[in-house]
């Protein structure tokens, strides 16, 4: 039985990396940070209770600030395998916490690699990092690689790059087995409610439920490259599987704007949208009406607006991925359609209000 450890595990990719590595028969140990309240909702269907014998998913208190704890856990649950997911992974909130951020999301991961390394587990344990394709930043080259220049325009993203590059020198200096999976945007149900896509499928949901009057957005013309997170958790263990430690970007290859994951999305409720204006007074209008549920939603209803305050001090305007490098070597491709993903959200989402109604 392999043993795995898995920062940020309460996360939307925690949740799926968790259970597909129980389900490869792995004993689990995840980290999760203190709360006053209960933040595993996500985890709650794979939680078995300390008492249970053999149990093979376990929880731990930790922080990537906190070195000392951190080999405290590595040392005590002595992983074959560590994928560190745990971030500050909000863009827009990195400007408003760059410390905090710097300090976990780049630090945080130079004390994990030091963990292993003092402990004297570089010849046993494979480490994950959880990378992003902020990296890229501004479109230097359109699709990004491997090979393509980085040009990160976030405190999170100038965050990771320290982390990517920290990767590389252990792996390079000590012999690591350390390696950066660099994902283009995920998603799911389980993505949180303040990513830009959640926040658009809870809306519409919320708008059709007449629970909610408007959506409000951003940068409407920023373009994603959007796959699904049970696609992407896969891809993260076929990167430790593989014969020597690289890095792979994990990417559908397909481009999307914001104005059209939001169209999609009132679409599956039967909802059509049409846009009308520019820039900051661009509006999102509703057209038609094919759902008789919605009485309460007319034609002409606006139903998404601009807020400035959405928007980034720097924009990444286009991400599109090239995953050609984890087709080959890896045997990797995504699954899901992006049409798939935002019904599934959507009507998730919908079903989630009409619970609680």
Known sequence: MKTALITGVTGQDGAYLSELLLKKGYLVHGIKRRSSSFNTQRINHLYQDLHTDNANFQLHYGDLSDSTNLIRIIQETQPDEIYNLAAMSHVKVSFETPEYTANVDGIGVLRLLEAVRLLKMTDKTKIYQASTSELYGSDQAVPQNEKTPFYPRSPYAVAKLFAYWTIINYREAYGMFASN???????????????????????????????????????????????????????????????KPDDFVLATGITTTVREFARQAFAVLGIAIEFSGEGVNEKGIISAVSNTEFKHLNEGDEVITIDERYFRPTEVDLLIGDASKAHRELGWKPTSTLSEIIAEMTNNDYNLIKRNI
């Open 181 to 243: 999976g660099i994902l283009f945007n995920h998603e799911s149900p389980l993505r949180g409610e303040t990513f830009v896509t959640r926040k658009i499928t809870m809306a519409v949901a919320a708008i059709a439920a007449g629970k909610q009057q408007k959506l409000f957005l951003g940068n409407l013309d920023a373009k994603r490259d959007w796959g699904h997170a049970k696609d992407y958790a896969e891809g993260m263990w076929r990167i430790l599987q593989h014969a």
